[in-house]
């Protein structure tokens, strides 16, 4: 069984950063892939940000929505089992939950369509 712990959110002003931490406690796996999605009132559940590693390959390999692509970086340390999500510019659009996921898996729609595990979330308010 999977946990994952999200840190880091809070209020912020329309183009400031945030910086938010999920640390995982059990193993998904060396294919396994983790991401962060959010959901604003009344919006459906996005996928955000989704960062996973293929054999033989050194760098992860990351994916964004179009929505947050140049603005928010995702990390991921294998060492500490913890996935990192960097705002930046960050927009009143911004302003959701954001949950932290995580899969054994890394096909297209794991970590992006759904996940396995799920953390509880963290808010972000962002004020214009």
């Known amino acids: 069984q999977v946990q994952l712990a999200e840190s880091g959110g809070g209020s912020v002003q329309a183009g400031g950063s945030l910086r938010l931490s999920c640390a995982a406690s059990?193993?998904?796996?060396?294919?396994?892939?983790m991401a962060w999605f959010r959901q604003a009132p009344g919006k459906e559940r996005e996928a955000v940000a989704k960062?996973?590693?293929?054999?033989?390959?050194?760098?992860?390999?990351?994916k964004y929505a179009d929505s947050v692509r140049g603005r928010f970086t995702t990390s991921r340390d294998n060492a500490k089992n913890t996935v990192s999500l960097q705002m930046n510019s960050l927009k009143p659009d911004d302003t959701a939950m954001y949950y932290c996921?995580?899969?054994?898996?890394?096909?297209?729609?794991?970590?992006?369509?759904?996940?396995?595990?799920w953390g509880q979330g963290t808010q972000v308010t962002v004020s214009s």
């Open positions: 960062i996973w590693r293929r054999s033989g390959v050194a760098n992860p390999y990351t």
């Open positions: 996921a995580a899969d054994s898996g890394s096909d297209y729609a794991k970590c992006w369509v759904g996940a396995g595990y």
């Open positions: 059990g193993d998904i796996g060396s294919r396994g892939c």
